[in-house]
């Protein structure tokens, strides 16, 4: 068990190194969708049942959370990305007050589309200003993008994101979430 410790902190150390991120940040899981979860449900318990956005190519992971919300009650808005593309206009008309969640991929897993997530994001942020500050959650499936495309977390400014090790050329069954918000809670509710 020592060793297997030592194993995994030595791997989440080198993720970190890779990625320029605390070792605070990251939560080893069993895939991206597993990942992705954990953000979704963390509102799933919530009880208010405010505004989440999505874009209309999303992984399945995330379009299935979004319809167990519609069933809860939540409001979901999905923005079409014509081309493969989310506008960041469309963006901003889909935020209101009661917005608590926007979840766009980094990269599309079938048609390949890079998003500009730093656009994205930044037009969440100038939105969260104008309306006094209140935090809306950006998380972003990266999934596709490790190992393929130059990008930073930091940089990119979300709150979180899902990866999946199968992608580049990790084992299978194995992922992990980025995340800097405290209000993510694990999936489980028992034990410690």
């Not at 959370?65 to 808005?77: A, C, D, F, I």
């Not at 935090?135 to 930091?154: C, N, R, V």
Request: charge should be positive; proline fraction near 3%; glycine fraction near 8%.
């Amino acid at each position: 068990g020592i060793n297997a410790k030592e194993k995994l902190e030595q791997a989440r150390e080198d993720l970190c190194a890779l990625l320029s991120v605390p070792k605070e940040t990251i939560t080893f899981t069993g895939g991206a969708s597993e990942a992705n979860a954990i953000v979704f449900n963390s509102l799933v318990w919530r009880l208010q049942k405010p505004h989440v956005i999505i874009s209309n190519i999303e992984h399945s992971s995330i379009t299935e959370y979004v319809r167990l919300m519609k069933q809860l009650g939540w409001k979901v808005t999905t923005i079409n990305a014509p081309g493969g593309f989310i506008k960041r206009e469309d963006l901003r008309k889909a935020l209101t007050k009661q917005t608590r969640l926007v979840s766009l991929m980094l990269v599309n897993n079938v048609v390949g589309t890079i998003q500009d997530i730093q656009a994205l994001v930044e037009e969440v942020r100038t939105y969260e200003k104008e309306q006094g500050g209140r935090k809306i959650h950006f998380h972003t499936d990266a999934t596709q993008a490790l190992g393929k495309i130059p990008f930073s977390l930091e940089s990119l400014g979300v709150d979180s994101a899902a990866f999946s090790a199968h992608k580049f050329h990790g084992p299978k069954g194995v992922g992990f979430l980025y995340n800097i918000d405290p209000a993510i809670e694990s999936l489980s509710r028992g034990g410690g």
